[in-house]
C-alpha cells in the first residue's frame, strides 16, 4: 500500500507570515506530485504540480520536491485569511500494468490568523 | 463551462435500498475515478476508469459498483447500501490517466441509516 504522510494540524500562522506545508511519501518510483486545495464543504481543486527534483514557483505558492529524501512540500507566502483551507498532498507512482495509482495525504488543515 | 456534475448533492437512504450517484463531465476526458471522504481517512478511490468500458478497482471497491458505458458518464451504484458508506463522495476526471490535474465534482454526501 503506498502512503502519503501530512501533519494533519491544524497549522496556524499570522496574516503576511510563509506557511511551510509537508509532505512525504513510501513509494520511491513516484513520479507526479501535486498539492490540492481544499475549502470546508467543498471539493478540491489543484493549486501545484511539481515532477522533478527542486522548486517551482507559481505566484504566492512553491512546491518543492527531494524525491532522494521523498519528500515534497509547499511554501505559501504572505499567508491571507483566505488560504485558510485543508491541503492535500497527491503522489502518483506506475502500477507497473500501464497505469497509475494516484494516493492522496489526509491533509493539513491551514488556518490564517488576521 | 467545463465542469463534473453529481447528483444528487445529498441523499438519505436506508439500508439495503439500492442507490446510484451519477457523475458527468463535459470535458471529453478518457479518465474518471470516484472517491470517498472520510474524517480522519482522507481521500481514497474508490474505482476508475481508463475509458469506455474499462473499469478497475481502487483502494475501497467492497460494496459499490461501476459502469462506464459513455464517455461522458460515470455511475456509482451501492447495490445495499450499509451504515458504514455513510460518506462523502467525489467524482473526478482528467485528461488521459491519474497522472493528470484531476477535476473534481462537488460532492455527494450520503447518508444510510
Known amino acids: 500500500q503506498k502512503e502519503v504522510e501530512q501533519n494533519s494540524g491544524p497549522l496556524s500562522v499570522p496574516e503576511g507570515a510563509i506557511a511551510s506545508l509537508n509532505c512525504t511519501y513510501s513509494?520511491?518510483?513516484?513520479?507526479?506530485f501535486f498539492w490540492y486545495r481544499q475549502y470546508s464543504g467543498k471539493s478540491p481543486e489543484l493549486i501545484m504540480s511539481?515532477?522533478?527534483?527542486g522548486d517551482k514557483e507559481d505566484g504566492r505558492f512553491t512546491a518543492q520536491l527531494n524525491k532522494a529524501s521523498q519528500y515534497v512540500s509547499l511554501l505559501i507566502r504572505d499567508s491571507q485569511p483566505s488560504d485558510s483551507a485543508t491541503y492535500l498532498c497527491?503522489?502518483?507512482?506506475?502500477?507497473?500494468?500501464?497505469?497509475?495509482?494516484?494516493?492522496f495525504g489526509k491533509g493539513t488543515k491551514l488556518s490564517v490568523i488576521p | 463551462e467545463a465542469q463534473v456534475t453529481q447528483n444528487p448533492r445529498y441523499l438519505i437512504t436506508v439500508t439495503g435500498k439500492k442507490l446510484t450517484v451519477t457523475c458527468s463531465q463535459n470535458?471529453?476526458?478518457?479518465?474518471m475515478s470516484w472517491y470517498r471522504q472520510d474524517p480522519g481517512l482522507g481521500l481514497r478511490q474508490i474505482y476508475y476508469s481508463m475509458n469506455v468500458e474499462v473499469t478497475d478497482k481502487g483502494d475501497v471497491p467492497e460494496g459499490y459498483k461501476v459502469s462506464r458505458k459513455e464517455k461522458r458518464n460515470f455511475p456509482l451504484i451501492l447495490e445495499s447500501p450499509s451504515p458504514n458508506q455513510t460518506s462523502l463522495y467525489f467524482c473526478?476526471?482528467?485528461?488521459?490517466?491519474?497522472?493528470?490535474?484531476?477535476?473534481f465534482g462537488p460532492g455527494t454526501r450520503l447518508t444510510v441509516t
Open positions: 473526478a476526471s482528467s485528461l488521459f490517466s491519474a497522472s493528470y490535474e484531476q477535476y
Open positions: 470535458m471529453n476526458h478518457e479518465y
Open positions: 497527491a503522489v502518483v507512482a506506475g502500477t507497473g500494468a500501464g497505469s497509475y495509482q494516484l494516493t
Open positions: 511539481i515532477y522533478s527534483n
Open positions: 513509494d520511491r518510483g513516484s513520479q507526479s
